[in-house]
């Protein structure tokens, strides 16, 4: 019943649609931080939206009945790391400030929406193991530039706790890595060992 839904042209273009619609506000989001943000580092501080457009690229082209695999890595990659890393976030303001601003709950349902849905996709993508290894080198040198050259997304209330955040980053980095191929080359494997 789920995949019936998950490869369905109408349920596609909509889910498209919202994600089109996501990703231009999260960039909306973003603008303060980027406008004090040095030109080079801009590809990789609008982590979340940049993660929700490879997911809208690939349902573009999954429409089109084409697959786009180094798009693919990319989206299943960071819509889960960035998805989760929200919730989490979000979830710890709320523990630290006794309260969070309705906007907060809104990211929880939305990033955990967008981690999900990398995930329920992940039949469909046609991954090798370079379109994960480039994936994988985006995402963690996306921690360095965050990390070690301060370009961290700003989060009030969290700030001084920046190192212990950059190194929760780094392993739901290599969780996100280790979650992409286990759903993708893994599962194929696997598939393989049961048909022989």
Do not use: C
Not at 16 to 35: D, E, H, M, R, S
Not at 153 to 158: A, E, K, N, R
Not at 162 to 189: C, E, N, V
């Amino acid at each position: 019943m789920l995949k019936f839904y998950l490869a369905d042209r109408r349920f596609l273009i909509a889910l498209f649609i919202v994600n089109l619609v996501g990703t231009i506000y999260g960039y909306i989001w973003y603008k303060p931080q980027l406008a004090i943000t040095p030109d080079i580092f801009l590809p990789f501080v609008p982590d979340s939206p940049t993660a929700s457009l490879f997911f809208t690229i690939f349902l573009f082209f999954f429409i089109l009945g084409k697959n786009v695999p180094y798009i693919e890595a990319l989206a299943i990659m960071t819509l889960f790391k960035y998805g989760t890393w929200a919730v989490v976030m979000n979830l710890l303001t709320l523990f630290i400030d006794g309260s969070l601003h309705w906007t907060g709950y809104m990211l929880i349902v939305s990033h955990g929406a967008m981690a999900l849905e990398g995930l329920l996709y992940a039949p469909y993508y046609k991954l090798k193991l370079r379109h994960l290894a480039v994936a994988g080198i985006w995402t963690l040198h996306n921690d360095i530039i965050d990390y070690v050259f301060g370009m961290m997304p700003i989060y009030g209330s969290l700030t001084r706790f920046m190192p212990q955040i950059g190194y929760f980053t780094f392993w739901l980095s290599i969780l996100s890595i280790l979650l992409a191929y286990w759903l993708t080359i893994g599962r194929k494997s696997r598939e393989a060992t049961r048909h022989v």
